[in-house]
């Protein structure tokens, strides 16, 4: 039985779930919707009105981390650790880890210079706590958990944040991230949820929001109050 995902254009808590779905080589599909104008079923099906959503048979599962959840009960081998207090802390840092990718969402739509430099800071304050907890190639050690399935679309936003505004966060700062970081992306399953041209089309996302961050694109000159695409 394939899964099907409900998407959105370069969605990063999709992404979540597809990385997941990689590693446990599950079949599944990728259905992408508009969300300025969903369609009629979405509405009717989506409880929050937006996505991620997996569709299992006639059942609904919302929420990216519920949906990662939901997978890794269902198929083997389970990624969150057997002690109880490991797994609810892991779940603790998934949530961490879930308002650290909106704050990369925040650089890329916020307008004036001392906005984005806030959320910039936030995230390394965000960063900094982080750094402290990384035990190894993975967050937990030597094992790869849901912890770092949930980080990895973070660290891909950031890549590319980076090639726009140079030496945001990966530095020598955070030695423990950056070794986190190449592990995941080392990965079969996270190079397999990611398409050649993502830069590409996340360079043309930032340039459409008209944030602070697309002045710094090649050839880009933002007009004051230009309308923003968000997810």
Known sequence: MALKLISFNLCPFVKK???????????????????????????????????????????????????????????????????????????????????????????????????????????????????????GAYFNGSDCSLVDINFAPLFQNLNTINEVHPAILFDKRYPKILNWKKHLFELDAVKAAYSPDLKARQLEQISKRQGYLSRFLKNEKPADGAGKTIY
């Open 17 to 135: 779930a597809e990385i997941l779905l990689e590693l446990k080589g599950v079949d599944y599909e990728v259905e992408s919707i508009d969300l300025k104008n969903p369609p009629e079923w979405f509405m009717q099906i989506s409880p929050l009105k937006k996505v991620p959503l997996l569709l299992v048979e006639e059942h609904v599962i919302f929420e990216s981390s519920v949906i990662c959840e939901y997978i890794d009960e269902a198929y083997p081998e389970q990624l969150h650790p057997d002690n109880l207090i490991l797994r609810a802390k892991n779940r603790s840092w998934i949530e961490f880890g879930n308002a650290c990718l909106w704050d990369s969402f925040y650089l890329t739509v916020k307008e004036t210079e001392e906005d984005f430099n806030e959320v910039m800071n936030s995230l390394l304050i965000k960063f900094d706590q982080i750094e402290r907890e990384v035990q």
